[in-house]
């Protein structure tokens, strides 16, 4: 069929909505017309960081409505709605072990450019295979994906809203809900308040954590951070963090969660953390200088990568519009709409900082 997609065609090349022919779902596939798609810091890799062959159909955070699904599916039907989360393998220790973002297959399945078969399902007119992302490239009008992709969700709800679920939002309420599980009046402190970010601060709240330290250089995405849970922030710009966060807990922080990647952020999170506090990285980074004894061990602290924030989408989305509805995760605040046609000027506002989720609605 024929579509419309946001292409990348090589490394350093703008995006372009382009028109392209669209496979039909094969027997474990769904086809998906796109409602909106949420940007994210990803597809800016996918765009310029050459993490996935050229050229790239990007767009990983998409919600539609189900048009069709092949013989094997049996999750979903034609009509229901759903968000679009991330590939797994299904098949590997990690995945049946319930943890997907750790599946050993994550890197191929997700930024290799082909399905599990080995093919492309978006071709150029001139035919061109086009890689997909993260198994959905949602930034198009319809999307092929896998049924492990797919996450039914409650049809009261604004689909336009709901697909940062799958991925930023999910990466930083899982992070904190199911990888770091904190108790009842512990500390945390969450660097970067983008959308990773300040799900985790919402994630916080729900759980009643005590001391909720949002830590940005926006005064405004701070603000924001307090509206939504946030107990204490700090402008790092101006501010020594790890003293300030020792002025709220004497001993350091329990838990950090670090969403930016950025070295001395990274470092700064470290040193922010209590003796056996637990730092999980969710921003994607570069080299960073530790020395082992004194930044960890001397201090039995824990460094961890958390991918997808530990979930299992198809049990941990719905779990996010539940809480939604009852107004315990007031994602929507962080959203603003843009037409398709408008998709470069959403990724220059969220570079800038001047929006926080972009949110792209099809026509």
């Given at each position: 069929?024929?579509?419309?997609?946001?292409?990348?065609?090589?490394?350093?090349?703008?995006?372009?909505?382009?028109?392209?022919?669209?496979?039909?779902?094969?027997?474990?596939?769904?086809?998906?017309?796109?409602?909106?798609?949420?940007?994210?810091?990803?597809?800016?890799?996918?765009?310029?960081?050459?993490?996935?062959?050229?050229?790239?159909?990007?767009?990983?955070?998409?919600?539609?409505?189900?048009?069709?699904?092949?013989?094997?599916?049996?999750?979903?039907?034609?009509?229901?709605?759903?968000?679009?989360?991330?590939?797994?393998?299904?098949?590997?220790?990690?995945?049946?072990?319930?943890?997907?973002?750790?599946?050993?297959?994550?890197?191929?399945?997700?930024?290799?450019?082909?399905?599990?078969?080995?093919?492309?399902?978006?071709?150029?007119?001139?035919?061109?295979?086009?890689?997909?992302?993260?198994?959905?490239?949602?930034?198009?009008?319809?999307?092929?994906?896998?049924?492990?992709?797919?996450?039914?969700?409650?049809?009261?709800?604004?689909?336009?809203?709901?697909?940062?679920?799958?991925?930023?939002?999910?990466?930083?309420?899982?992070?904190?809900?199911?990888?770091?599980?904190?108790?009842?009046?512990?500390?945390?402190?969450?660097?970067?308040?983008?959308?990773?970010?300040?799900?985790?601060?919402?994630a916080a709240k729900i759980?009643?954590?005590?001391?909720?330290?949002?830590?940005?250089?926006?005064?405004?995405?701070?603000?924001?951070?307090?509206?939504?849970?946030?107990?204490?922030?700090?402008?790092?710009?101006?501010?020594?963090?790890?003293?300030?966060?020792?002025?709220?807990?004497?001993?350091?922080?329990?838990?950090?969660?670090?969403?930016?990647?950025?070295?001395?952020?990274?470092?700064?999170?470290?040193?922010?953390?209590k003796f056996g506090g637990?730092?999980?990285?969710?921003?994607?980074?570069?080299?960073?200088?530790?020395?082992?004894?004194?930044?960890?061990?001397?201090?039995?602290?824990t460094v961890s990568g958390?991918?997808?924030?530990?979930?299992?989408?198809?049990?941990?989305?719905?779990?996010?519009?539940?809480?939604?509805?009852?107004?315990?995760?007031?994602?929507?605040?962080?959203?603003?709409?843009?037409?398709?046609?408008?998709?470069?000027?959403?990724?220059?506002?969220?570079?800038?900082?001047?929006?926080?989720?972009?949110?792209?609605?099809?026509?």
């Open positions: 069929m024929e579509i419309k997609t946001a292409l990348v065609r090589e490394q350093g090349a703008g995006i372009e909505i382009v028109s392209a022919r669209l496979d039909e779902p094969k027997h474990s596939e769904v086809l998906v017309r796109i409602a909106a798609t949420g940007i994210c810091h990803t597809d800016l890799a996918g765009r310029d960081g050459g993490v996935s062959p050229y050229p790239l159909a990007l767009g990983h955070e998409g919600a539609g409505i189900v048009e069709k699904v092949g013989s094997g599916v049996t999750s979903v039907s034609p009509g229901d709605h759903v968000v679009i989360g991330f590939s797994s393998c299904g098949h590997c220790h990690n995945c049946q072990d319930g943890h997907p973002g750790m599946c050993f297959e994550f890197n191929r399945l997700n930024f290799g450019g082909k399905f599990k078969d080995g093919t492309c399902r978006i071709h150029t007119d001139d035919g061109w295979e086009v890689s997909s992302f993260f198994g959905q490239s949602s930034l198009s009008t319809y999307a092929v994906t896998d049924e492990r992709n797919v996450v039914k969700v409650d049809k009261e709800v604004d689909i336009r809203l709901l697909g940062p679920l799958g991925c930023g939002m999910m990466t930083g309420a899982g992070t904190v809900l199911n990888f770091l599980k904190p108790k009842f009046g512990e500390s945390i402190a969450v660097f970067g308040t983008g959308g990773v970010g300040l799900a985790a601060v919402m759980i009643g954590m005590k001391h909720i330290v949002a830590v940005d250089i926006f005064d405004n995405r701070l603000a924001l951070a307090e509206e939504l849970g946030a107990t204490a922030t700090v402008n790092s710009k101006n501010s020594d963090v790890p003293k300030a966060v020792k002025a709220l807990c004497p001993n350091g922080i329990d838990y950090a969660v670090d969403t930016t990647g950025v070295a001395p952020v990274f470092k700064t999170a470290l040193a922010s953390l637990k730092l999980a990285a969710v921003g994607i980074g570069g080299d960073v200088t530790l020395n082992i004894m004194q930044d960890i061990l001397a201090e039995a602290k958390v991918v997808e924030g530990d979930s299992v989408p198809q049990i941990f989305i719905p779990q996010l519009v539940d809480y939604y509805k009852k107004g315990l995760f007031p994602f929507d605040k962080l959203i603003k709409f843009y037409d398709y046609a408008d998709i470069n000027q959403a990724i220059a506002d969220s570079l800038s900082g001047e929006v926080i989720k972009p949110v792209v609605v099809m026509p």
